[in-house]
C-alpha cells in the first residue's frame, strides 16, 4: 500500500509539470517499491523459521553449539 501511495504521488508530480522533483522522488522510492515488489512475488512458501535457526545453532540438544564440544 505505501508503495502504491508513493508511485502515485510520482505520478502527480509528472502531471503537474515537475519533472525534476518526479525523478528524485521516483529514485528515493525505489527501494522501498523493489523490496514491495519482491515480497509481493517472492513471499510464499516456507517461512524463515528463528527458533530452528538458533536451535541449530545451539546444537541438537540444545547444549553447547557444535563448534565448541570436544571430545
Same mark, same amino acid.
Given at each position: $500500500? $505505501?508503495?502504491? $501511495? =508513493? #508511485? %502515485?504521488?510520482?505520478v !502527480? #508530480?509528472?502531471?503537474?509539470?515537475?519533472?525534476? /522533483?518526479?525523478? %528524485?522522488?521516483? !529514485?528515493?522510492? *525505489? /527501494?522501498? =517499491?523493489?523490496?514491495? *515488489?519482491? *515480497?509481493?512475488? *517472492?513471499g510464499?512458501g516456507?517461512?524463515?523459521? !528463528? %527458533?530452528?535457526?538458533?536451535? +541449530?545453532?545451539?546444537?541438537? +540438544?540444545?547444549?553447547? /553449539?557444535?563448534?565448541? $564440544?570436544?571430545?
Amino acid at each position: $500500500v $505505501v508503495s502504491l $501511495v =508513493m #508511485f %502515485t504521488s510520482n505520478v !502527480v #508530480f509528472i502531471i503537474q509539470g515537475h519533472n525534476l /522533483p518526479a525523478r %528524485t522522488e521516483f !529514485v528515493g522510492h *525505489l /527501494p522501498f =517499491m523493489g523490496t514491495a *515488489l519482491i *515480497l509481493i512475488l *517472492l513471499g510464499y512458501g516456507q517461512r524463515l523459521k !528463528v %527458533t530452528r535457526i538458533a536451535r +541449530d545453532a545451539a546444537g541438537s +540438544d540444545g547444549g553447547t /553449539p557444535m563448534s565448541t $564440544v570436544t571430545e
